[in-house]
């Protein structure tokens, strides 16, 4: 099978090669690749403007970016969590000592739902870590009003919320910390990346000095730090990525409104509805297969594969069915019942920006025909 005749669910943008050249040679000239060098420097100055946001930590990769964010605020004991997003959410817990908590999701929104958080904390819980799921913000102002009542710290999982707003400016200015990913796979990248976003000069402070094995100077070190860098092609292409990035949402957006367009009067086929959002970065297009349409959901995902048509079961398995996991109390089922239907029911269909509108009618030809 011949791989340029398959549709991922996604495919990362890139620019004209020609467009990346001159800064490969800025590179060559100066010799610096990594420590914070010039093209780091400025693609956080240029971040911070994109996004609205004050101060922004680049990051080889959003994982590390994750553990880095737990031990800046030196998170310890239990954090409640969602079990409905990728692995790297509760395995940044795992790697820092601290407990996963899980709480069920909104059965609309599919993030955490505040009304369940409450109930889970207990005298070990400090922290609580959201994930704005597929670029929807979360309840950022009932799980504010949580952390308040109980003291407890607010880290966002922003993986897929990069240029987000709602209508007090962008998702990433809440909780202490957002945490972003810039992995091939998502609206922005940097080949591999991530980032920290925080609200003030000493938090970042603390956050550049984890990352780099936590040294201030040429002899002194303060933290036990780790080797979290990005490196400057990562962020030159970065720079050059930023420059495309209204091409690559309206691209984006035409996608979204043709399935929404040619999907709505599908029998048991549902488009997951934006949250909040003023400003969306369609990053990814779930649909939810409901039990009377023709196929299962699994049934569905193999007939588009025997299409050459490779969508993803975001997000399934659950986090906490995962044998790591499954053994917490909080990962029962019985526990999650709105996650674990969601997960059974989920297709994220193809979007980005190069897919074709016809390769679209194509895809909601097969949904249709099989309802």
Not at 324 to 334: E, F, I, K, T, V
Request: hydrophobic share 40%; with cysteine.
């Amino acid at each position: 099978m011949n791989s340029k005749n398959n549709t991922y669910v996604t495919q990362p943008f890139l620019p004209d090669l020609q467009e990346f050249i001159p800064y490969l040679e800025q590179i060559w000239d100066n010799k610096i690749l990594t420590n914070a060098g010039p093209f780091h420097q400025q693609l956080e100055e240029e971040l911070c403007k994109y996004l609205g946001v004050k101060h922004i930590s680049l990051f080889c990769n959003g994982t590390l970016a994750l553990v880095t964010a737990l031990q800046s605020l030196r998170i310890t004991g239990e954090v409640i969590t969602t079990p409905y997003s990728f692995v790297a959410t509760a395995h940044s817990l795992l790697w820092n000592g601290i407990k996963p908590v899980f709480v069920d999701i909104d059965p609309k929104t599919m993030n955490l739902d505040p009304a369940k958080i409450e109930a889970a904390i207990t005298p070990s819980t400090t922290a609580i870590l959201p994930v704005h799921c597929y670029g929807h913000p979360c309840d950022v102002q009932a799980i504010e009003k949580i952390a308040d009542t109980y003291n407890l710290r607010v880290i966002y999982d922003a993986a897929h919320a990069f240029g987000v707003n709602d209508t007090h400016g962008s998702i990433l200015n809440y909780g202490d910390l957002s945490v972003l990913s810039f992995h091939a796979t998502k609206v922005f990248n940097t080949f591999e990346g991530g980032a920290i976003v925080c609200h003030d000069a000493k938090t970042k402070q603390r956050i550049d000095h984890l990352k780099n094995f936590g040294f201030v100077d040429e002899v002194t070190v303060v933290a036990p730090g780790i080797n979290g860098k990005m490196s400057e092609i990562n962020a030159a292409f970065g720079l050059l990525q930023l420059k495309h990035m209204d091409h690559v949402f309206n691209q984006r957006q035409a996608i979204d409104a043709f399935y929404r367009e040619h999907l709505r009067d599908v029998k048991c086929i549902e488009c997951v509805s934006r949250t909040c959002e003023t400003k969306a970065n369609f990053s990814y297009f779930p649909i939810i297969v409901g039990s009377d349409y023709g196929l299962g959901r699994d049934e569905l995902y193999a007939k588009l594969k025997e299409h050459h048509i490779f969508a993803r079961r975001y997000f399934y398995p659950l986090i906490s069915d995962f044998p790591m996991y499954r053994g917490l109390p909080s990962a029962h089922r019985d526990n999650l019942p709105n996650a674990s239907y969601i997960s059974s029911k989920v297709i994220c269909l193809p979007i980005f920006p190069d897919l074709a509108l016809e390769e679209c009618k194509r895809i909601v030809d097969i949904i249709r025909m099989s309802a």
